[in-house]
């Protein structure tokens, strides 16, 4: 069975006392474990404020948490976190695949062209010849409009 090496980022309520927020992040790492997820690295950034309320909080308490483990763990850890009432959001990236996309966006070695080659300079193009238009020999008289008949009155 291949690992995959994923990061996931866990913001959890930022109104825990130390002890509760411990036992919280705790819990997610006993979760990694349980699946079958190797705990590489840990990352806490500490109360930050949120771009937006998430549960009417404006603070939340950041870990990053970087681990190895099957394809079917992150699926499975997300599923628990969801139940779990102190954490407000979580994310989880392969790291593998995002290393692939930008493998895949960065260009490629492109062919050097020499600076000093020589580029034929682009023909002339002759300009189109435009003739003039002669004016009519005769003016062409236009109807002039006439007025609407008005209806008909019917009499009484």
Same mark, same amino acid.
Request: proline fraction near 10%; hydrophobic fraction near 45%.
């Given at each position: ?14 109104? &825990? ?12 790492? =006993?979760? &990694?474990? %349980?699946? =079958?997820? !190797? ?6 950034? =500490? ?12 603070? =939340?308490?950041? !870990? ?10 992150? %699926?499975?850890?997300?599923? %628990?976190? %969801? ?74």
């Amino acid at each position: 069975m291949e690992l995959n090496k994923y990061e996931m980022g866990v913001i959890v309520r930022a109104n &825990l006392d130390d002890e509760a927020l411990q036992a919280e992040m705790d819990r997610v790492k =006993g979760l &990694l474990d %349980r699946f =079958g997820a !190797t705990i590489e690295k840990e990352d806490k950034w =500490g109360r930050r404020k949120l771009a937006y309320p998430i549960q009417k909080q404006n603070e =939340g308490v950041f !870990t990053f948490i970087t681990y190895s483990a099957p394809s079917s763990t992150p %699926r499975e850890v997300e599923s %628990r976190l %969801r139940l779990m009432e102190n954490v407000l959001r979580f994310l989880t990236v392969n790291i593998n695949e995002a290393e692939i996309r930008k493998a895949k966006a960065a260009p490629s070695a492109a062919p050097v062209v020499p600076v000093a080659a020589e580029v034929p300079a682009p023909e002339p193009v002759a300009e189109p010849v435009v003739e003039p238009i002669e004016a009519a020999a005769e003016p062409v008289a236009v109807p002039a409009e006439e007025p609407a008949a008005e209806p008909a009155q019917a009499e009484e």
